[in-house]
């Protein structure tokens, strides 16, 4: 929370502060942008493969300081610590990725107009780029934008969330390699993204988060004329055929739903399941939730830590209770979770219509809505009908259903039988309302570039189709 010019970082797991650090106002920005700038020239000079030594480096510290930089993220963010050190193990995958891609991707050769001349496409980088993370993936979502953005050469200013800003500073003091400015970190809340976005010596953003901030974000950078990207979450759909082991489709389900409290973008918060084996997939889904383990994010054996925050857990329990309320009935969970802590037990619901809440908003937590289908086309319907499409997930062993799904599903990532699995090669992001550009991937890279066409004729003479025009003059040839 944001208190007198101050971030008060508070432990979701206990309610206690942690830390207080200053919020960064416009004299410092104003410095900020100054030295990125140079930074920013500096960087330039670099050489494609020196620049992958860098990265290879940040990598190698990043794996190094897993240990350190998990436990302060599970401190501030509450996620459990072994998804922690994981998110370290693949942030550091993300550096290595771009350092390497990065060196064949300067641009290509068009075909020419004429046979003597040369055309080239060279890609640039865009200037300064601001950066603005959420809370649940602070380390990977930065570096989903950092690392693309810096190995383009581009200059960073990293705004972390402020609620989990610790493990952000921690990460860039590690950072070596760098010249001076080219990666920055600034702390506060809206109003310092805002003054961010909006000022002059940033010349694009890059932002993850909701879609009600991420419109303010578009504006901003309308009005400015500076690109976007922009992921603004989802509503993810999960669809359970009749043709596969429901055990494990169950176990999967409840982690695409629970994982990190259920508190990532591409979490699964709509399950459609084919009507034939809708009631072992809800029986076996109640028996994965209440096996789960709630309790100490710093606990090997805890699978499920708190909410980041008192108004997330809020936003849940008002969607579960306007469903209750409405008719849905509670298989598993429903309530809080402890004494101290922003703990919420994983819930099953059954009986949901597409009207509540739980299933057409973004509920962001631990919840498992399971309604029963009876094809997968109409699964498939269901699927497209909000106005979200970041991912989607299915469980089939049917090869057509795949292909079915893989073609008709409004997503921007399909995963088939291996939920939420990322891949630094491949291109991620929203379609409809979920976003606009890719992050990872070549796609991430150009997403960071300036395409420049460069046209060279080494012959100074006077062409043909130039003044005075006159009879016999091919008009086609004119116009090239």
């Known amino acids: 929370m944001t208190e007198n010019g101050r971030l008060k970082v508070i432990n979701p797991a206990t309610e206690e502060g942690i830390e207080e650090i200053p919020t960064t106002g416009r004299a410092e920005l104003d410095a900020v942008a100054e030295n990125a700038k140079r930074g920013f020239e500096e960087w330039r000079g670099f050489a494609g493969l020196d620049r992958a030594e860098v990265f290879h480096d940040i990598s ?63 890609k640039e980088p865009v200037g300064t780029v601001a950066c603005i993370v959420p809370w649940n993936y602070p380390l990977l979502l930065a570096a989903w934008k950092v690392a693309p953005a810096l190995a383009a050469g581009n200059a960073v200013i990293l705004k972390p969330s402020e ?83 429901i055990e494990i489709a169950a176990q999967g389900a409840v982690w695409a739903a629970c994982l990190n409290a259920g508190q990532v973008c591409t979490s699964s918060e709509r399950f459609y399941v ?3 084996v809708a009631r072992d997939f809800i029986e076996a889904s109640r028996a994965v939730v209440e096996s789960l383990n709630v309790g100490d994010p710093m606990d090997e054996r805890t699978d499920i830590g708190p909410m980041i ?21 509670l298989i598993a969970g429903g309530e809080r979770h402890g004494e101290r802590g922003f703990f919420y037990k ?36 269901y699927a497209n009908s ?21 073609r008709k599903l409004r997503a921007g990532t399909v995963w088939i039988n ?18 606009i550009g890719r992050e990872l991937g070549r796609e991430g890279l150009e997403a960071f ?31 090239m």
Request: hydrophobic share 35%.
């Open 346 to 381: 994983p819930t099953v619901l059954t009986g949901v219509e597409h009207s509540m809440r739980v299933m057409s908003e973004e509920t962001f937590g631990p919840v498992v809505p399971i309604v029963e289908v009876g094809s997968l086309d109409e699964a498939i319907a």
């Open 163 to 245: 609620e989990t800003p610790l493990a952000t500073r921690r990460m860039t003091e590690m950072v070596e390699g760098l010249p001076e400015g080219l990666l920055q970190v600034i702390y506060g809340a809206g109003d310092v993204g805002d003054a961010l976005v909006r000022h002059p010596g940033v010349d694009m953003v890059a932002f993850t988060g909701s879609q009600e901030t991420g419109r303010k974000v578009g504006v901003a950078a309308a009005e400015r004329l500076i690109r976007a990207n922009l992921e603004l979450g989802g509503k993810d759909p999960f669809i359970i055929c009749d043709d596969v082991d």
């Open 418 to 435: 291996d939920p939420l699995t990322d891949n630094d090669a491949a291109p991620f992001g929203g379609q409809k309302g979920s976003g």
């Open 386 to 406: 909000v106005p979200y499409g970041l991912g989607a997930n299915v469980y089939t062993r049917n090869f057509e259903k795949m292909l079915r799904c893989m």
């Open 274 to 276: 084919e009507r034939g």
């Open 449 to 479: 570039q300036e395409s420049k066409h460069v046209h060279i004729d080494p012959r100074v003479e006077k062409k043909e189709w130039w003044y005075p025009y006159g009879p016999g003059e091919d008009p086609g040839r004119r116009a």
């Open 309 to 329: 925050n008192a108004k997330g857990r809020e936003k849940v329990e008002r969607h579960i209770g306007e469903a209750l309320s409405n008719g849905a009935k």
């Open 60 to 122: 190698r510290t990043l794996r190094n300081g897993a240990d350190e930089l998990a436990e302060i993220m599970t401190r501030e963010g509450g996620k459990p610590y072994i998804e922690n050190h994981d998110e370290v193990t693949w942030t550091a995958a993300c550096f290595d990725y771009y350092g390497e891609i990065a060196r064949d991707n300067v641009g290509y050769l068009p075909a020419p107009i004429e046979p003597q001349q040369l055309a080239l496409v060279i």
